[in-house]
């Protein structure tokens, strides 16, 4: 059975109420190692009213205990899920574990706790070196992301040939499919010829590039954004570039919000998450959780 890590994530938030009830079902398929000390863990369990299994393995991120607030914004919490996610990537690099699956952070907690990353995908960078390409979806559709969380008033700039022909090489080399690949355009209409805009021009010449390199027309577009989704259109194609991140993940999660998953591609390791957030608004409720995401996350793991 593979070794999974799994990164608690924000203790205020649904990860480890997740963690604990999905537990029975996912240690039938892989090993788990939870990231959390028996202190919190316990503390945890109590304020959800929940047993914790006895076959529950942890490991300590080695961080400060606290006070878990349900549906808090904290410091605390947000550097404890730091220091179990520092604790899981150690884990993948020195091979003690196949893979990390990483449960929700909250990005304001990270940054009242002085930690300069925006999320994972950015601390994996940092940590190895290498462009991570953040990809989200589930076995029906993934849509793979040129930029992410940047304003939109920069997105444009990004959009160099070099850079994109060197991601879309990057990404077949993570993905080594034989499906065709969609790329979508930055303008209304994919700039209809540079009438509303001339960055297709740019990534035209990217996929040119590519497809040549490969010896293959593995890249297809640039494809007009606002028809990439559509059924007729989508039934053909199983993974998209979007250029920007509400252009990709808005439709991905109109369609399957539940299911989709997280993986950063590019990298030595195998990292998955679960593709929601920390849900503070039904944290420690009582309320009912949808462990598609999560499980999704652990098929993931299993077929890599």
């Avoid at 996912?26 to 006895?54: G, H, Q």
Wanted: include cysteine; proline fraction near 4%.
């Amino acid at each position: 059975m593979k070794r999974v890590a799994i990164s608690i994530g924000d203790l205020n938030g649904i990860g480890i109420e997740i963690a604990i009830r999905a537990h029975k079902k996912i240690s039938k398929e892989v090993k788990p190692l939870y990231i959390i000390d028996k202190t919190m863990l316990k503390r945890a369990a109590k304020k959800l009213n929940l047993e914790i299994p006895k076959d529950f393995t942890t490991i300590s991120p080695k961080a400060k205990k606290f006070k878990i607030k349900p549906g808090v914004v904290s410091k605390k919490s947000g550097l404890y899920s730091y220091k179990s996610f520092l604790k899981a990537i150690k884990l993948a690099k020195s091979g003690k574990v196949d893979a990390i699956l990483t449960l929700p952070i909250h990005k304001e907690a990270w940054s009242k706790a002085g930690i300069e990353y925006k999320g994972h995908t950015d601390m994996l960078r940092d940590i190895f070196k290498q462009d991570a390409i953040m990809m989200l979806g589930c076995k029906k559709m993934y849509v793979a992301l040129f930029t992410e969380h940047i304003p939109l008033k920069d997105v444009a700039k990004q959009v160099k040939t070099k850079k994109l022909t060197k991601f879309l090489l990057d990404l077949q080399n993570s993905l080594n499919t034989n499906k065709k690949i969609a790329i979508l355009g930055l303008n209304p209409h994919a700039g209809d010829n540079g009438v509303l805009g001339n960055e297709e021009k740019k990534i035209t010449k990217a996929i040119k590039k590519a497809n040549k390199l490969l010896n293959s027309k593995q890249f297809i577009g640039p494809i007009v954004p606002d028809i990439a989704f559509t059924p007729n259109f989508r039934k053909n194609y199983k993974y998209f570039v979007a250029m920007y991140h509400d252009q990709g993940l808005a439709p991905l999660k109109a369609l399957y919000f539940d299911e989709s998953i997280n993986v950063s591609l590019n990298l030595p390791i195998l990292r998955v998450s679960v593709d929601h957030g920390t849900a503070f608004d039904i944290a420690y409720k009582g309320k009912k959780i949808n462990f598609k995401s999560y499980l999704n996350a652990i098929k993931y793991v299993l077929i890599s």
